[in-house]
Every structure is written in C-alpha cells, then in structure tokens.
C-alpha cells in the first residue's frame, strides 16, 4: 500500500480545494478494515459523516479517495422524494448487487455515498436509515454476503438543512436605544449564527448521528483561492478544456488570468458554486463565440 503522503498528493492534484479535510477523509478510509488488511495498519471500520455546503467539492473527494485505494464506489440518494420512504430499499438492494458483481467475492467491499443526509434528518427518517447501515449480510441474487467491509460516507447538505428546518430565531435586543443600527445589526448576525452553529452541532452530536458515523468531518466554504486552484490546477477542470478553445491573439486582450477571476467571481456568487462552473464557461463561450474556435 503507498503511504498516506503518496496518495494524498495523488488526490490533491484533482481535488485541491481543502487539503486538511482530504488529509482526514484519506486518514480515516486508510485505517478501515477493507484497505488496512492489504496493508500495515490496524483494521478500525469508521463510518463518516462529511458536512458542509452545496457545491464545493464533497462528492468528487469521496469519489477520488474510493479511486486511490481501487474501491467500487456507489451514490445512494437518501432524500425523500427517492429515498427512504420510496424506494430506498430498492435502491439499497441494487447497490449490494452491484458490489457483489464487483467484488466476486461474499465479503464486500466498496464505497457508497449516501447523498442528502440532511433529507433524511429533516424528514425523521435516521432510524430507518441506520438500520439499512447496520446490516451484516444480506441476500442478493441466491447469494448470501457479508457488508462489514462497506465504508458508508454521509453527505450532509449544511445550508440546505438550515433553510429547510422553519427554525425560529429568537434574537432579544435589550439594549434598542444604546445600539446604532449599524452594531444592531452585527449583534443581530452574531446571535444568529451563534444558533445557528448550535442548532447543527445538536443534529451532529445527537445520537443517530453517531450511532451510523463514527467519523465527522467538516469540509469550510470554498473561497476564492480554493476555486483558483481548481480551475488552474485539477486535471478535472472544465476551464482547462474552455482554454484550448480559446484563441487568445483574436480575444482582444481577454486573457487566461481575466478568464480565471470572471469565473473565480461568479462562482462565488452563484448558489451552485462548484456545479456551475460549465454554465459559466459555456455563457463565457456564447458571448465571446466571435472570439474562440470552434470545439473540434
């Protein structure tokens, strides 16, 4: 097995956005029984919990990381509308299928992504859930197997939990004619995402949560340093392939570096953020089609 050094650089080519959440999500995958056993390392199976906002990157990580230690890798959507309450155990079911076809063996191995935890919590749906998780074996085609070896990564949606949970606010100026608007309304943020935070950490901490993830990773906000990085830096990139059409002599001065900060500055701005890349890129080609070959 190569070293966590080894892999961490190979994954952070492609995913460059947050080097300290890739190092603990390497970490923790390393030390699981599936992959510890074809090494050095003590077999600790570890569930994780990967939290943060929409768009910056989560499930491309976790792909990559499946990748690097040759893991079949699977998303389960875990929301409502295709979830737990329709059809969750279909899709469950076609998961172990597939693994068993990839593994060829009756102790699985493999990654599956459970895509829109947030759903599952905002819905009361986590019991149900984590008894899928603890399943031990199950019978797949005739064929009896065995799942302790699954790594099961939790994606959790933080904006997206936030804005659908109708949580009241209660935010008490007491002080109205001592504060100027401009400091009431940094109190007023303050308070607010002081509740915020504590509204999260009950649902991280609460007792479902760690009864399926044992492992809870935080991945922060992408900022513009960590899009740069992306765009100019990941062989994955959507900019790197708008480049090569990009005839800069006839563009008019519209350089690679204009180029990166247009983008660098509507991903920011947009809800989508990492997801939106390709219909930046593609508006950015339309307006400037005078200006750039044609794609071959």
């Known amino acids: 097995m190569e070293n966590i050094k080894d892999i961490y650089n190979t994954i952070y080519k492609k995913c460059p956005q947050d080097g300290e959440t890739l190092y603990k999500l390497i970490q923790v995958m390393m030390h699981n029984k599936n992959i510890s056993d074809k090494g ?22 976790v792909r990559e990381c499946a990748k690097a230690f040759n893991l079949p890798f699977h998303e389960l959507d875990a929301s409502l509308q295709y979830g737990i309450d329709l059809g969750f155990d279909e899709s469950f079911y ?7 076809l990839e593994n060829r063996d009756e102790l699985l191995t493999g990654v599956v992504l459970i895509d829109n935890l947030d759903e599952v919590f905002l819905n009361n749906t986590q019991k149900s859930l984590g008894n899928y998780m603890k399943n031990r074996t199950m019978e ?27 949580f009241n606010f209660n935010v008490k100026l007491s002080l109205d004619k001592i504060f100027s608007k401009k400091k009431r309304a940094a109190f007023v943020n303050n308070e ?3 509740q915020y935070n504590k509204m ?11 009864n399926m ?20 830096d990941s062989p994955m990139s959507e900019y790197q392939e708008f480049l090569s059409q990009l005839d800069i002599d006839e563009f008019g001065g519209f350089t690679n570096k204009k180029v990166v900060d247009y983008v660098v500055s509507s991903v920011m701005n947009s809800p989508l953020k990492l997801n ?16 750039v070959k044609k794609p071959r």
């Open 94 to 100: 076609e998961i172990i299928n597939e693994l068993r």
């Open 140 to 166: 797949v085609s005739d064929n009896n197997v065995f799942l302790d070896n699954i790594i099961y990564v939790g994606e959790f949606d933080i904006g997206n939990y936030l804005k659908k949970s109708n």
């Open 192 to 194: 607010t995402l002081k």
């Open 276 to 291: 939106a890349v390709s219909t930046i890129l593609n508006d950015l080609y339309i307006d400037g089609k005078k200006h």
């Open 213 to 232: 993830f044992a492992e809870h990773i935080i991945m922060p906000d992408l900022d513009k340093e960590a899009i740069r990085k992306i765009l100019e």
């Open 40 to 61: 050095n390392y003590a077999g600790v199976h570890k569930n994780i919990l990967l939290a943060g906002n929409f768009g910056i990157g989560k499930t491309t990580m």
């Open 200 to 210: 999260i950490y009950s649902v991280f901490n609460s007792r479902d949560m760690w």
